[in-house]
């Protein structure tokens, strides 16, 4: 044994392994140095908090929702590094309303290591901030289809008629009124009673306190009402200027709760009113010398067993001329 061991001592000194062994693990520290002090470079994208706005206001437009930042330093730190060691802030506790203005942005950084270098790609961001505005708007409902001829339509029922609506002020102010989504009472013969979503035909910064409203659309056998053919009155016309109606005539549909009462035309009114139109103004706008509106139809009933279930047309169509 003392034998072997004396010729493997031997042939060790006598091929210079030892030197040869001591450079290699020389050299494999130096390279562990070099490794752990090595720099580098890396970009992280991060999220922009956008704080202190009040409830009162909104953001309409945004440059960009994201800021990068440039981290150098040892490798081996950077490895570590998480984006969510940092917070990109932008304070609107003071904002400009209603135009397009450059914010400055923060950072605030987690415990990292010092040595690693930080700077931002980008300093400042572009926002437009608008004051929130409310507005209450009516629903109308979107009906499609033909009845049976022995049928007729009645009333229709919104509930809620109006919803409210807020957003941006100016894409709220544009926004007058709401539909539904289509409502199909093709060939119906009794009343329809629906939830039926309101059609999002308004801009996605804009939102509604619901989103469904209930529509009662009340259909009646013609049979079980009576008809009166009546003249429409055109009100409110002023002596210098000429009105002509698309239709002199409406059919009107009545229940009575008194079967064997009898109606005629007397009984009720139907009328069209101009007191609101500005006509000298039209005229002169429009450089013309006839202007057509149309008009819904106005009516009323002097019976109280009685009530007006539908007119046909509903609106007609004026034409005013000098």
């Known amino acids: 044994m003392k034998r072997i061991i004396n010729n493997i001592w031997q042939q060790f000194n006598r091929n210079d392994i030892l030197p040869k062994i001591a450079s290699l693990l020389l050299a494999i ?43 150098s330093g040892k ?10 060691d940092f917070k990109i802030i932008v304070n609107l506790e003071n904002p400009i309303i209603g ?13 990292i290591p010092e040595n690693i270098d930080m700077s ?13 505005a409310y507005k209450s708007v009516k629903v109308i409902p979107k009906i499609s289809g033909e009845l049976n001829d022995d049928f007729i339509l009645g009333s229709i029922i919104v509930v809620p008629e109006k919803i ?71 009100r409110n016309t002023k002596k210098e200027y000429k009105y002509k109606l698309s239709e002199d005539y409406v059919d009107i549909y ?18 069209i009113d101009t007191v609101s139109l500005n006509i000298e103004k039209l005229f002169k706008n429009k450089k013309k010398k006839l202007i057509e509106l149309d008009f819904l139809i106005k009516s009323k009933i002097f019976i109280e067993k009685a009530k007006i279930i539908s007119i046909s047309p509903d609106s007609v169509s004026l034409k005013i001329m000098k």
Do not use: C, M
């Not at 992280?44 to 945004?62: G, Q």
């Not at 135009?99 to 415990?111: G, L, P, R, S, T």
């Open 29 to 71: 520290i130096v390279w562990a140095y070099i490794s752990s002090t090595k720099i580098g470079e890396i970009k992280v994208r991060i999220p922009i908090n956008f704080e202190n706005l009040s409830k009162a206001l909104l953001i309409t437009e945004v440059e960009t929702g994201y800021i990068s930042l440039a981290l």
């Open 75 to 84: 490798k081996e730190d950077l490895k570590n590094i998480n984006k969510k």
């Open 99 to 111: 135009k397009y203005k450059k914010y400055q942005v923060e950072v605030i950084k987690a415990d």
């Open 120 to 132: 931002l790609l980008k300093r400042n961001v572009g926002l437009t901030i608008e004051k929130r």
């Open 164 to 234: 409210s609506l807020n957003g941006p002020e100016s894409y709220v102010k544009h926004v007058d009124f709401v539909q539904t989504n289509n409502i199909s009472i093709e060939k119906v013969t009794r009343d329809v009673v629906k939830d039926v979503p309101i059609k999002k035909n308004f801009s996605r910064k804009i939102r509604s306190d619901r989103s469904n409203v209930k529509i009662i659309i009340k259909i009646f056998q013609k049979k079980s009402l009576q008809k009166i053919t009546k003249n429409i009155e055109i």
């Open 254 to 271: 009545i229940k009575s709760d008194d079967e064997g009462l009898e109606l005629n035309e007397d009984d009720v009114e139907v009328y």
